[in-house]
């Protein structure tokens, strides 16, 4: 009998102090709209994309609350409701990720989940959510396949893929003219760097069949070192390398490459280069073709929204935005405009997710960053403009960002209903520019 | 086409160089203490990040420039200083002779407490400090341009073998520790200060992993997570050359590099997998590596 | 092994087996995802305490849990077969198969070289996933959902009937385990942690048992990385690097090999930790687990399980 006495007292003493323990950490509060917000808070990532992001992300949380943010989203909240946020690291893995998200969901109980960088997360993370039955807003990722290979109820993304980027990036190089004879890549060993360097690659050889291919390298993800790697480039001699190496690991080869020559030797461009230009300051190397996957920071448009926007985070953080706060903005921008939508429909309640989840579907709504539309996958991928442009120095020696040319949304962006690697090999049927 | 190898082979040298000072301190406490280092990789991250604090203070004082090599070996220094009583004597010696295994696990759990030792002190943040690469120059070789810092790196990594070698084979201090790699007991019996040695050693064996760290610092940004890499890259190293052997370190490092640099110069794809492709075949063939470590010949 | 050992074990079994499952039905859906990831990890903490009893540490257990979870996510995306129990099932079976041909390689080492051969197998692997884009390379790949004898359950239930499914196949291995371990090669292999020379002399092979060793920690691994795969609905290269290996050896470490319920126990607090750690102390969890290690190592060299066997003990000496 010891035996099953030792058992029961174990037991219920465990039970105890987890019912005590979920008692405290969930809070179920039904009068405001609790969002997780996952972003890179630790590692490579964290100080040149996911810290400023959750600044942008939190900035704006505030000012809503206050009521402070011009129109349209002058609301104060979601639709009169107060936002609270609980952020959450997005290092350690997909493996991980997907685990976080379910506390998320399960134990912190949130309205929404708004997050991912990582395109290795934004593959595993939708068909959690659809299981879950979770809205999701994805605001960063690139990959291309998320909406192409699935679709689903539950998750949108607010801003566009990285195909954008790159075809946007190979047009501006033939309409600048340069050489494009031979090209070559460093993109990082996963969906993100191996979707990039296709997209780009593909765009160049139908846009300039003649051109050849001199080297594709595909360095491990937040792997810092990449002595050999420029030595192979400049080897090769090739008169344009793509890169859309991003955080960490593009600082470590902005550092490396430029002491070295790489940039005044070759053509360099980078895809999503400017969120390491506050960090980089005088050291960014001049000459270098980006683009901001979006009009971003140094070649956002001029409207009142940016304009107010641009302020209020330099007012707030002393440094200009870049990209990544200006991509969580528009995640919780479209986010509010979808709540708010589904609470015009519903007679002003508090909406449930299937209700937002239909608001969101196929939405249009001005962003800092230009107006996006919902136009991918079946209503739940955004399209946006593009802006490309070159780095020079000003006189004061600070880096500053020339020569932009503005793209139109349906201009890089693929239609509804075909791939990105398809419609580029197809030669943009339809692109209007 | 030479001049492809003669890139491949410098760029492997650059590398080797790096593997080997990274891996030196590694087989050397094995050597001597019988103990696999897990931490060791945690050291070389404490030595980065404290070259990272200690540079930007260094120029602050506005002193000649080439000193700054001064303040990263103390940079390094210091690290070993702190974490050498705290490691050995706190908590690995309690664990001497038993099980070898056991020790390891021990040196698992010290790796996981560094790491978070890591976030505490200098946060989430990744900390720059290239100033000191700018400090040699670059050098045109070829049509290649190669940064004399990367270079100056196959210096440092000759001379860290070539110092520990000379002072393990050729000087008193050296043999005594020869004598206790070979049979501690005996030593002991002999007058020999065992516990003085390990303590020693294990400094060495510190130090070398904070100088790997303090000399990489300018060409990466010191974050949290650069010791994942460094573990098991050592081991590589330490798995291909021979537990305990230095000349198995120097071939252990060169192997890799040069099999590394030849993978991204001609087969990119290979690259990542090369590394435990020659671990794989070096456990097949020879599992107990190339060289052995110190060993007396037993009756 | 004497009858009534046996019926204790199957009655206490079936006991706890019956308790989890009923409490499951009270605790909130985050709390059954969490147990059913211990049950994973525990499941490879019992391949590590088996080898353990032998005297080996194996550094690499990542090896077969990648393996586990990739066969399970294969014949899932590949085949349509997406039953969990025959998933569980078959992984169990082809990991132990694999196992069983590495075995050879790798059973002649000991100590220091055995662990690191572990490891060094376990990072090969991992560098094969990362390049073969067709399973996804580095970002790996998502699970179907699971169905149970062609149900497929909805979302509310899903967590719950996989986590009953777990308790009941895990509590089947362990019943088997622990008649396996008192039995004779189990037996014989206490006998080689103790003096391998001796045991030779007396005629029994170190080598065979370690071999059995070997596989059957395998075939736990396997079942361990299938079960981990199918709960989280996504599996990567992650499985097999060598932090998830520490991890392991961790559970085993603190729960020692002298019982089996320890064992989930220890992967129990791993998890927890772990499930808590993302929001409410993302900069000290690796911290805590370290300081756990090193205190159980020091204070409770036996591990938990030695607890747990005074109160087996005190019921078997009734």
Known sequence: ?433 | MIDEILTIILDGAIYASWLFIVALGLTFVFGVLKILNIAHGGIYALGAYSTATLVPIFYSLGMPDQLVILTMLVSALAVAIVITPIMERGILRRFYGQDEVLIVLVTYAIYLVLEDVQKLIWGMNSLYVYEPRELLGALELGSLYYVGYDLALIGLAIFCGLLLWLVLNKTKSGKIVLAVIHNPEISGCMGVNINKVYLAAFFVGAFLAALAGSFTAPLISVQVGISVAVVIESFAVVIIGGLGSIPGAVIGALIIGMARAACVHKLPEAEIFIMYFCMAGMLIFRPKGLFQGTQARKI | ?318
């Not at chain 1, 959450?88 to 685990?99: F, P, S, Y």
């Not at chain 1, 090739?238 to 960490?248: C, D, E, P, R």
């Not at chain 3, 569980?88 to 055995?114: C, Q």
Request: include cysteine.
């Open chain 3, 1 to 318: 092994m004497p009858l009534k050992l046996l019926n204790n074990v199957i009655f206490q079994s079936i006991f706890l087996m019956s308790l989890l499952i009923v409490v499951g039905v009270f605790i909130p859906n985050w709390l059954v995802f969490v147990i059913t990831k211990a049950i994973a990890y525990g499941l490879v903490g019992l391949g590590i305490i088996t080898l353990m009893r032998g005297g080996l540490v194996s550094f690499g257990q990542g090896f077969v849990f990648g393996i586990g979870g990739y066969t399970a996510g294969l014949l899932g995306t590949q085949a349509g077969l997406t039953d969990a129990m025959l998933l569980l099932f078959i992984s169990f079976l082809f990991t132990g198969f694999i196992g069983l041909i590495i075995a050879p390689l790798l059973a002649r080492y000991r100590d220091i070289f055995f662990a690191m051969l572990s490891l060094a197998c376990s990072m090969v692997l991992y560098g094969i996933l990362i390049k073969i884009d067709a399973i996804g390379g580095s970002d790996g790949f998502v699970l179907p959902e699971s169905t149970y004898f062609g149900i497929s359950p909805s979302p509310e239930y899903a967590d719950y009937i996989l986590y009953v499914v777990s308790i009941l196949m895990t509590g089947v291995v362990s019943i088997l385990l622990r008649y396996y371990y008192n039995s004779t090669p189990g037996l014989i292999a206490l006998a080689v942690r103790e003096n391998e020379l001796r045991v030779e002399y007396l005629g029994s092979s170190a080598f065979n048992v370690t071999v059995l060793n070997f596989t059957i920690a395998a075939g736990l691994g396997g079942m361990g990385g299938a079960l981990n795969g199918i709960a989280l609905g996504h599996i990567d290269p992650e499985f097999t690097y060598w932090t998830t290996s520490g991890e392991f050896v961790f559970i085993s470490i603190l729960a020692g090999y002298l019982s089996v319920p320890a064992v989930f126990l220890a992967a129990l607090l791993l998890e927890l930790v772990r499930s808590f750690s993302g929001r409410y102390f993302p900069d000290t969890w690796q911290l805590i687990l370290g300081v756990f290690l090193i205190l159980s190592i020091i204070f409770i060299p036996s591990g938990i399980g030695s607890f747990f066997k005074q109160f087996f003990d005190k019921f078997k000496n009734k």
């Open chain 1, 1 to 433: 009998m010891k035996f099953f006495r030792h058992c029961l007292i174990l037991l219920s003493s465990m039970l105890v102090s987890l019912i005590g323990f979920i008692g405290v950490t969930s809070a179920d509060d039904h009068k405001g709209f609790k969002i997780g917000v996952v972003t890179f808070l630790s590692g490579p990532a964290a100080e040149p994309f996911g810290v400023p992001a959750w600044n942008g992300g939190k900035l704006l949380i505030k000012l809503l609350n206050e009521g402070k943010v011009p129109a349209p989203y002058n609301k104060k909240g979601f639709g009169g409701m107060e936002i609270t946020a609980i952020p959450i690291d997005e290092a350690g893995g997909a493996t991980k990720q997907v685990q976080e998200f379910r506390n998320l969901v399960q134990r912190d109980k949130v309205d929404a989940v708004l997050g991912y960088v990582s395109s290795g997360d934004c593959m595993a993370i939708p068909s959690v959510a659809d299981e879950l039955q979770a809205l999701t807003v994805l605001y960063d990722c690139g990959t291309p396949r998320v909406f192409e290979d699935a679709s689903y109820k539950y998750v949108f993304r607010t801003a566009a893929h990285a195909a954008m980027d790159n075809i946007a990036i190979a047009k501006y190089l033939i309409e600048k003219g340069h050489d494009i004879s031979s090209i070559a890549g460093i993109n990082q060993n996963y969906a993100w760097g191996k979707d990039s360097w296709k997209d780009f690659s593909v765009s160049i050889k139908k846009l300039s069949p003649n051109s050849e291919i001199k080297n594709e390298l595909f360095p491990k993800i937040f792997s810092g070192q990449y002595g050999t790697e420029i030595s192979a480039l400049m080897n090769s001699k090739a008169k344009v390398v793509h890169s859309s190496l991003w955080g960490g690991d593009l600082q470590s080869f902005i550092l490396q490459a430029k002491p070295r020559g790489l940039f005044k030797r070759t053509q360099v461009v980078f895809s999503a280069g400017d969120h390491v230009m506050p960090g980089l300051g005088k050291q960014y190397p001049e000459g270098v073709i980006l683009g901001a996957r979006g009009q971003y920071g140094m070649m956002a448009p001029d409207t009142p929204l940016n304009n107010w926007f641009y302020k209020a985070y330099m007012d707030e953080y002393g440094v200009f935005p870049a990209q990544p706060p200006y991509r969580m903005v528009q995640g919780l921008m479209g986010l509010k405009m979808a709540i708010e939508k589904a609470m015009d429909n519903n007679g002003g309640k508090k909406p449930n997710k299937d209700e937002i989840a239909e608001a969101f579907t196929g939405l249009e709504f001005e962003a800092p960053g230009g107006l996006v539309q919902m136009k991918l996958g079946n209503g739940h991928q955004a399209i946006q403009p593009h802006a490309i442009g070159k780095t020079a120095k000003d006189k004061d020696g600070n880096i500053i960002v020339t020569d932009i040319v503005r793209y139109k949304a349906s201009c890089v962006n693929p239609p509804n209903g075909i791939n990105a690697v398809d419609w580029i090999s197809a030669g943009f049927p339809g692109a209007d520019c």
